[in-house]
Nanobody, 115 residues
Framework: QVQLVESGGGLVQPGGSLRLSCAASGSGFSAYAMAWYRQAPGKERELVAHIGPSSNTYYVDSVKGRFTISRENAKNTVSLQVNSLKPEDTAVYYC?????????WGQGTQVTVSS
């Protein structure tokens, strides 16, 4: 069983930055594929970035060059550095952990980009 707790969201002006963090409890963190998803009002949840156990990464096209996902296995954490934020990045951001058929979600952290 893995529990995920996100933090770091908030209100930021366009062009600003935030660092989202996800702390995982439980064992075997280093074996999990970790990801950040987001869900904007009225839209489906979408994958934003993924980092595998070997730290290979994937980004959706809309965030490439602006977002960076990283993991620190010794601390059971995964982070998402979000730069050059745009109003369309406004959403609830969710941390996700996946291993084999097991998948876990955090409760989400709100990111609002507005002037």
């Amino acid at each position: 069983q893995v529990q995920l707790v996100e933090s770091g969201g908030g209100l930021v002006q366009p062009g600003g930055s935030l660092r989202l963090s996800c702390a995982a409890s439980g064992s075997g963190f280093s074996a999990y594929a970790m990801a950040w998803y987001r869900q904007a009002p009225g839209k489906e949840r979408e994958l934003v970035a993924h980092i595998g156990p070997s730290s290979n990464t994937y980004y959706v096209d809309s965030v490439k060059g602006r977002f960076t996902i990283s993991r620190e296995n010794a601390k059971n954490t995964v982070s998402l550095q979000v730069n050059s934020l745009k109003p369309e990045d406004t959403a609830v951001y969710y941390c996700n952990a996946r291993l084999d058929l097991r998948t876990y979600w955090g409760q989400g952290t709100q990111v609002t980009v507005s002037s």
